[in-house]
């Protein structure tokens, strides 16, 4: 937080360790109502410009203490599964993903409706990174999974926001679902490790696949 100085994030007054004082969101808007009222096009709109800002080069030396994106892929990776299925896809994807990164630049790792929000005068800005290096691409994987399973899991909604992300940063569609495909299967992983449903992941994830199959 403190690296990106306030561009594309809410400005930090003061830290300790891990503890920030930031400045807060006093704005009235809100991505996920925008999503519910059927403004969701708009609310991405604004998730890939507040990415495409933190993105931006920065002159100043990277935090030494960046998660590699193996290690934030580490509970997919690891996942022991019959070849095949939907778990061993996604590893085999990441793999080759990372193996040849379009770029590297430091992500916010958790880019959503709830992490991005309104400041007021300053706009919309992000909270919440997750200080991970690796390809920008995947900054956009996580939004098809948000805000709300209802949203995310609606009929043609993965085909539909992968047109539109596509257009709006110019990354290659079949790049941005191989990331979609990839997350998801780590997104389900971590839901399996807190005992909790992983229906939207593997749904949105599947969905990404038969947009695969498309191409």
């Not at 805000?147 to 926001?161: C, F, K, Q, T, Y």
């Not at 679902?177 to 749904?203: I, N, R």
């Not at 949105?204 to 191409?215: M, Q, S, Y």
Request: glycine share 8%; hydrophobic share 45%; with cysteine.
């Amino acid at each position: 937080m403190v690296w990106w100085d306030g561009i594309g994030a809410a400005s930090i007054f003061a830290h300790d360790g891990d503890a920030l004082l930031l400045e807060r969101a006093t704005g009235e808007r809100d991505l996920v109502a925008m999503s519910r009222a059927g403004q969701d096009d708009e609310a991405i709109r604004i998730l890939v410009a507040v990415a495409q800002a933190l993105h931006a080069p920065r002159p100043t030396p990277a935090p030494p203490t960046l998660m590699p994106m193996a290690i934030r892929f580490r509970a997919l990776l690891e996942h022991a599964s019959l070849p095949g299925d939907f778990y061993d896809c996604a590893a085999t994807t990441v793999r080759k993903l990372l193996a040849n990164p379009l770029d590297r630049t430091i992500l916010h790792g958790d880019i959503q409706h709830y992490n991005i929000l309104d400041f007021g005068d300053r706009g919309w800005l992000m909270i919440d990174p997750k200080g991970v290096l690796g390809e920008s691409t995947f900054d956009f994987a996580n939004i098809f999974c948000n805000p709300l399973d209802e949203i995310a899991l609606s009929p043609g909604r993965v085909a539909h926001r992968a047109d539109l992300i596509a257009e709006l940063t110019g990354i290659d569609r079949t790049r941005l679902l191989q990331w979609v495909v990839a997350y998801c299967g780590l997104s389900a992983c971590w839901h399996l490790e807190d005992g909790t449903d992983p229906t939207c992941p593997l749904t949105v994830g599947k969905a990404a696949l038969a947009e695969l199959a498309r191409t």
